[in-house]
């Protein structure tokens, strides 16, 4: 199987003294936000090039892959998805775009979405709505928000700006206003101090569990 032969690849390349390097760098101890990951120690540009040599991999043999503990089989898999993603009509681009979003738990790491959001979820939404990036920065898992964001850079490398706005300002405000029902003085004073040049949406965000008459406040300066 090719999967097999992969795992032979990449364990040929291991390098314990890069691996315990990594394994710091992307925070895996307990209690981390990489808890769990394993790494072999082997740079990107050799995961692509295994990518490269097994690109004909179906998506059963992917899932194989992303199921796996150890980081850099997920990535060179993440690696071969982007690649069939490019390649692929539309039918099958939406096909590996769910595909995509079904495996969010094992796309865990901030590398593995830097380097695949853009690529897939941005791509795939580039001329389509973008509720579901909405619903992914509310979730509750940092991976979910973090492809949200990351998605919106496929918006900017093509001169989508107003979009990538609204995503970030209703985030910013999202967040002052988590802030606000657990300290309403500290969100106020950094309401005071910058509301005059905050965004209009990110503003009404902010505010939205202030007080009524706070609310007018900040709203009519």
């Not at 969100?187 to 910058?194: A, I, T």
């Not at 949406?201 to 202030?210: G, V």
Request: glycine share 4%; hydrophobic share 35%.
């Amino acid at each position: 199987m090719d999967v097999q032969e992969i795992r032979k690849d990449l364990q040929k390349l291991a390098n314990p003294e890069k691996a315990k390097l990594l394994q710091r760098f992307f925070k895996t101890g307990k209690g981390e936000y990489g808890e769990g990951d394993i790494f072999l120690g082997i740079m990107v540009p050799e995961q692509r090039k295994i990518a490269k040599k097994y690109k004909s991999l179906t998506l059963n043999e992917i899932q194989e892959l992303l199921n796996s503990k150890i980081h850099e089989q997920r990535l060179v898999s993440l690696f071969i998805l982007i690649d069939k993603y490019k390649k692929s009509d539309e039918k099958i681009k939406k096909e590996i775009f769910n595909f995509y979003l079904k495996n969010t738990n094992n796309i865990n790491n901030w590398d593995l979405i830097d380097l695949s959001a853009p690529n897939i979820v941005g791509n795939c939404l580039l001329d389509k709505p973008r509720d579901l990036l909405y619903k992914l920065a509310k979730s509750k898992s940092i991976w979910e928000k973090r492809i949200a964001i990351l998605s919106t850079l496929t918006f900017i490398r093509n001169n989508q700006f107003k979009d990538e706005h609204d995503l970030i300002h209703k985030g910013v405000g999202w967040m002052l206003r988590e802030l606000g029902k657990r300290n309403q003085a500290l969100e106020e004073r950094f309401l005071k101090k910058h509301y005059k040049k905050m965004p209009r949406t990110m503003l009404r965000y902010a505010i939205e569990k202030l007080p009524v008459n706070k609310r007018k406040f900040y709203l009519r300066k």
